[in-house]
């Protein structure tokens, strides 16, 4: 480990939120946002991490993120929490809305949380843990930016598109949840295998002329990726441009992309959560559902097939004991954010 | 066509009705699952059309569906309309519950619909596509019997577990809809290339040893189906068993099939769907949601990519002019129910 370094969880959080500051991030959304990369570089999600400030910056020099705008809620009587981010950056839209989200969700069993313009930094993953925290179901998606083209097209109007679930689990500490992207791969991925020259897996990415191709140079240069599972992926992903992108009249994945006009900023648009209170659904009897899913979950252990997350869920737990190692090459990177 | 035999689709209604009813099942139950039945075989669905005819005197025959039971709604102040159909078929509990379903989602612009206790006959889409005729977003799910096994594991434990979803088109006839299984290959694919023994697609399925097959035999005799689009596809089928299968506390697919213990009737369990009103989603300019919807839509089929049921809404058109051509093979099969 002579090439990382050790920091506590504290640590990161404290590096990103001076970082955010010193480039004129307001205190709670400097909270908001730092509190996301925490939980990234605690998870082992090192593309969620502090690797992401640079990008962070990046997208702050831009000049087009609002900073400091507060996001402002709507509350009325139907069973949707609206919150307007004011083109500032989600995660502290998410963190107004979610608590109205769940007053609205244990008062009539369901609720929505629509964020309109927000340039969207967060993975999915933490905003529906933190709705199973709640004790409730969670339900997150978003458009993203016209990469990866429909099943039968050969250019790119879809999203990536993740689309995340959580249930929450009582006698467990961890709840089950999954956050996959609807691309056969993540663009993360992509660009690592761009950056490292490394071949692409089979059947996820097309060339400019609409060929299969394993060089991630020819699909990031007007080529496009494959959506996850066919035609099936492809529909899902299509139904989280319609539920995220045109439901919340906000953009799709295609206009966040010609808004952005290669700047290569964060994507700019909504996002859409949903939240169940399972003792209103069923027939009154909680304990019959949480055991039923603890059931499914053993019967899916038992044969040595893994639940989504619990990699993560491992890594969280070395994390809090032992903190995080960072690469001294990453670090050095961010401490010239702060010069 | 000298072996297919012409109907009308008023026909097939009455073919159908009046075969159930010569099974003692009742009037609305006969009339709700005609309607079904009518869809299916309009469109093409042929699985779902009167084929289906023989399954269902089949299951009424094994004596544990109730032919006459009525669908019992209870409505609260929550947004979830609760109709336990009393182990009848499922057609006119959804029949009874969606008018409810709707006028709860035009109020708050979100609700849900969880049906319990059905033995269930019908695809999603039919049910879906009636939730878009008011003008609502619709999305439906149901565990069924299991069939398939979790990604990473051998044996199955995950039901074929359809997800269907549809977006109201104004200045279209047809919404925008799918409804696929999240498994690799539908449990009646499978049944086809097993009866007419011809070779499995590569990667849908493994044996009792837990390896890869193309025989679908084999599948049957004590191997599984796979998810489609790997642990991906396998996190969304444990989804739809968590959410309309433990959240109802109805039966998950492993329940079904140990109720069905070998009769091979239709799986006995429940069904979820919500509805979305776009009107109250967004911000206010419905107009501009419509719009946005059809842009990504055409953005679609412009690069020859197809929408989802357009085959489907292809066949229907041609029925509605012509009516449908059933097989004389299945035709004689009918008719002999009626004897």
């Known amino acids: ?53 640079g990008v962070l910056v990046h997208t702050i020099n831009q000049g087009h993120v609002s900073k400091t705008a507060e996001p402002k809620m709507t509350i009325d009587d139907t069973s949707i929490v609206k919150v307007d981010a004011q083109y500032a950056f989600s995660p502290l839209a998410f963190e107004k809305g979610v608590e109205e989200l769940a007053r609205k969700t244990k008062q009539v069993g369901i609720a929505a949380l629509q964020i309109n313009h927000c340039y969207h930094f967060s993975a999915l993953w933490p905003e529906v843990e933190i709705i199973a925290a709640h004790g409730l179901v ?12 429909p099943a039968g097209g050969n250019y790119p109007v879809l999203g990536t598109n993740p689309l ?17 992207a609807t691309s056969a791969i993540a663009r993360g991925d992509l660009e690592l295998h761009d950056r490292t020259n490394t071949e692409l897996p089979d059947n996820v990415a097309i060339d400019r002329d609409g060929n299969i191709t394993k060089n991630a140079k020819a699909v990031i240069d007007g080529g496009s990726m494959l959506t996850f599972g066919g035609y099936k992926g492809s529909a899902l992903s299509t139904m989280i441009e319609l539920m995220s992108g045109a439901l919340l009249e906000d953009l799709t994945s295609q206009e966040s992309l010609d808004l952005d006009a290669g700047k290569k900023s964060f994507p700019c648009h909504g996002e859409l959560l949903f939240a169940f209170d399972p003792s209103k659904f069923g027939l009154g009897n909680i304990a019959k559902t949480t055991a039923s899913a603890e059931r499914l979950f053993k019967s899916i252990t038992d044969q040595g097939a893994r639940l989504p997350s619990q990699r993560r869920f491992a890594a969280r737990k070395r994390s809090q004991e032992n903190g995080v190692f960072i690469s001294k090459h990453i670090y050095s990177e961010i401490q010239k954010l702060l010069e």
């Open 1 to 53: 480990m002579t090439n990382k370094i050790n920091l506590s969880l504290d640590q990161i959080y404290d590096l990103s939120f001076k970082i955010l500051f010193k480039y004129g991030v307001s205190e709670p959304h400097a909270s908001a946002i730092a509190k996301v990369i925490l939980a990234g570089e605690r998870d082992e999600c090192i593309s969620h991490g502090v690797y992401r400030l």
């Open 138 to 149: 969670g339900i997150a998606m978003t458009p993203s930016h016209a990469w990866v083209t």
């Open 164 to 180: 995340a679930f959580s249930w929450p689990r009582e006698h467990a500490v961890n709840p089950y949840v999954f956050d996959f």
